[in-house]
Nanobody
Framework: QVQPVESGGGLVQTGDSLRLSCAAS????????MGWFRQAPGKGREFVAG????????YYVDSVKGRFTISRDIAKNTLYLQMNNLKPEDTAVYYC?????????????????WGQGTQVTVSS
């Protein structure tokens, strides 16, 4: 059973940066994809970024391209999301997720393993 655990959220101002981290224990192989989703108040959970764990190929939703960077440290078994030039519309609970396939999908139902979420609030 994979258990992602997020950290690094907080309250920042427009234009600031934050880095989220996700430690994912319990994996039995490296044939995985991991990703970040977010959920704003009153909205559904949306895909933000994903990465093929071994190949390092990355994917982003258009609204964060050029501002967010997803990466992983294989030795530390940790996923990151570097968020730069944050905007108020980035305010949401951010969730780390994993799936036992190296295919990254934007469909929330295709990701079985979820962390508890970390709040990111960007003030204007």
């Amino acid at each position: 059973q994979v258990q992602p655990v997020e950290s690094g959220g907080g309250l920042v101002q427009t234009g600031d940066s934050l880095r989220l981290s996700c430690a994912a224990s319990g994996r039995t192989s490296n044939n995985y994809a991991m990703g970040w989703f977010r959920q704003a108040p009153g909205k559904g959970r949306e895909f933000v970024a994903g990465i093929r764990w071994i190949e390092g190929v990355t994917y982003y939703v258009d609204s964060v391209k050029g501002r967010f960077t997803i990466s992983r440290d294989i030795a530390k078994n940790t996923l990151y999301l570097q968020m730069n030039n944050l905007k108020p519309e980035d305010t949401a609970v951010y969730y780390c997720t994993a799936r036992a396939s190296n295919i990254v999908t934007m469909m929330v139902d295709n990701w079985p393993y979820w962390g508890q979420g970390t709040q990111v609030t960007v003030s204007s």
